[in-house]
């Protein structure tokens, strides 16, 4: 059994913040690369972050860089997304994901993940 599991989500006002949180099971993903997407209703998912699997290394959609910061502590098997200044338009479900074995460097792309929580709401109201 593998897995990921999102939580931190909630209800947030324009201009706050919010802590995200994804917890591994083991030390499986300590060297994948991860990533965070989200998903609003009626659009497809979309790519938010990724990190290296040292934490060296990010990247981050144009939509939310200077926002959001995607960090992992390997010892604690978890990966975290801090979002600030929240937008209505941030509202979607947030899913975290551990990058395939097979895909060198960081990626934006879905199908380049290999493993996926079950995503937590995030809600941000005007």
């Known amino acids: 059994q593998v897995d990921l599991v999102e939580s931190g989500g909630g209800l947030a006002q324009a201009g706050g913040s919010l802590r995200l949180s994804c917890a591994t099971t083991?030390?499986?993903?300590?060297?994948?690369?991860m990533g965070w997407f989200r998903q609003a209703p009626g659009k497809e998912r979309e790519f938010v972050a990724t990190?290296?699997?040292?934490?060296?290394?990010?990247d981050y959609a144009d939509s939310v860089k200077g926002r959001f910061t995607i960090s992992r502590d390997n010892a604690k098997n978890t990966l975290f997304l801090q979002t600030s200044s929240l937008k209505p338009e941030d509202t979607a479900v947030y899913y975290c994901a551990a990058q395939k074995n097979t895909v060198r460097g960081l990626s934006r792309i879905e199908t380049d993940y290999e493993y996926w929580g079950q995503g937590t709401q995030v809600t941000v109201s005007s």
């Open positions: 990190i290296s699997w040292s934490g060296v290394t990010k």
């Open positions: 083991t030390r499986t993903f300590n060297f994948r690369a």
